[in-house]
């Protein structure tokens, strides 16, 4: 990831625990956003669950994200998810703080520099333009913005909130400049993510928009004819 | 894993974070593992972290652990651990509640019930001997003793505080007659998986005995001398 | 609080964080609560907030249990709950585990040893019958069993739900014969109690149904009516 | 609390959970702190337990901080400390994120707006420069930066490690102009205050410091000293 080069969007899909991306459908999944991808020349990511990612990064080139690393070094940590091991099982990056795996603020600092230590990406996620700027302080790869109230809504984030994406971009940009900057929630077609970057995000964070689609390459097109359009 | 069968003592290995026991090395050290427990007819089972999960069931027929599950359902979990996900990757089991993993009573009894659900064994641990009965209520396959201040010291439990052992089997034994009791902590020597089993363990968890060990295989085929000698 | 005495039930009227019962309400309520239970003998206690104990202890005489204590003992300690700061302000007791407050398992232990250690009763939540008995073995003073899913419903556990009572009182009753058993959950009337009691519970735990009700005396009454027609 | 007026240093003595401090020992402790600064005119606030906020606040007029408040609203949150509680209690500020009680990100600027919201003046504490502009971000009355390696330790943050200070300075007043910075660990001399507040701090957090000083009142004076040395 070349994270001050803001010009190509990156979009990461999360795959949750959703029944639909666990085990051989994460890999099943994960290939199909490559090759998506790869047609219509577009970055994309995937965060599948942490006992799915040596079995995806075996299987893709794009970049394999943890959703969730602890702050602990080699040891006596039995349980918790060390970030030599998602690189070793072929991550490239890891989210911290998603909402739904909020940690403390001081365990946030030491994911990113945990992260750093062993070569992987990151992905801050906050809640709240302030948040987002606080993390943004911490140095990570990419910050996230995403308004926990609005995420597996269906109302997408860069529609129904824009003045949140708007605000967490000037409020970031004060105090870091070389931060990609992603937005997420409830986004579920070309015209979200499209609205999303003409905001000044540069990329997204999706999750049931693709996971959950009954067709996700039907998504995934539609996502690829909005970077373009957008390009 | 036949829990009500305890002829057979059961040596869980938990791999840690250690970083001697991560990636490439999960794997291989598993591998040993099995090896020596197959040559001397030795039930061992490897808890190796959950990125290296995958890799490892590929690789070996021992069971393979978790060392943590959470205690949600597929869905919107970002950064959790589904039970279904485990048991995709190839895991046949999960630790619950070590002591480097501690979790609220109530997440116990629902990391039970979601393991038992999806096919996976469990083995919960508790600290002192009344806890040790406390979630042996909660059903698991096996209970694992594990007094936090003998963790990691090189001091068998066994030796060191034999009474916590036996006091925890009576306990136990007085609720729950078909669980399998494990024993662990500062275990590092045949002599002192012996005096486990002489004490009334089914088995025992170890870690830095085995995985921090400048040859491994000396210590497991010595555990398995014991085993033999005991049966 | 003779713990062993089960032929009088034992009524605590639990707080929360409710507006109602906060400050100088929660010293007028408990005033309340005292004279109903005086007047019809019968035994009352209450869980003000931590903020609030030391002022209502100083003016009622039925016990005033704390909401939650932590396993600290005295030391560097920021923010936590310490046993003997509950005792200072005139605390007799203490709820450990409460649904909306759930602990870790190992401190369910710690926190009963810290409060009989200071000479603070200990009422023990769980929301299981097979965790009821869990926590039975800890020893406490008093288990309350209360199901979340009614906390709040205005549907009361001994009526919606009377098997959960009579099955936790068979489970606790096997392995601690000593433990008072209380049970709460959606318990609003008179009826309820009566109900709850006949299933073999010592007492009950009530909070919405007292301290948001429009003449919360009527409702002690009520119990009160209940408990002598018990008795 | 008037936040943008740095001329009065504000030093605030944190009771944590001290035997010394507790109770009784803790409105005792507090007048005495009352006193050295009505005599010497210094601005001291006390921060005892929760527990004790009340009868502190009756018997002195110095700020009295709350150690935590979570970031809940009046409800059903029971074993949680609710800030209008606080307030009620008089108490007219409280601590947030302290190293002892470290919570997570999104409460932390939660708590401020809850504390704000009844009244209560807020200092959110950080170990790091960067984290310290991260809190900052969330708009709090005080910031307090306070290493965790140094807390209790004897040695002072303002000696031991000036740099951690002056960056915190620099860190925090490029996102907010408006809080007041104070600085904490081992500050136990007035010698350490006074270069506390020549690297820019405005203020100051002691504990053992004071609570553990064979003479609170020597410790204080001392402090007095410093501070009318520095103005």
Redesign the interface.
Known sequence: MRTSDFSEPFLLI?F????EA???RAVDLSRRIEEVGKSADVRFGV?P???????VAAQVEIPVF???IDP?T?????????A???K??G?SGT?I??????????D??KSVLRAREVGLSTAVC???P??A???A???PEMVAIEPPEL??SGRAVSKERPEIVTDSVR?IR??NQNVRILCGAGITTGDDLYAALKLGAQGVIV??GVVKAPKPEDVLTDFCKAVRKYL
Do not use: M, W
């Open positions: 999360n949750k625990t959703y029944i666990t085990g051989k965060a669950q942490l006992c799915d990612i040596a079995q943890a959703q969730h602990v080699p040891g006596a940590f039995t349980g918790h998810v060390l030599e091991s998602v070793a099982a991550g989210l703080n998603h909402s739904e795996r909020n940690v403390q603020l001081i946030i600092e906050a809640g709240t302030r948040l700027a606080a993390v302080l911490t140095e995420i597996g409020k004060a105090v999750a049931s």
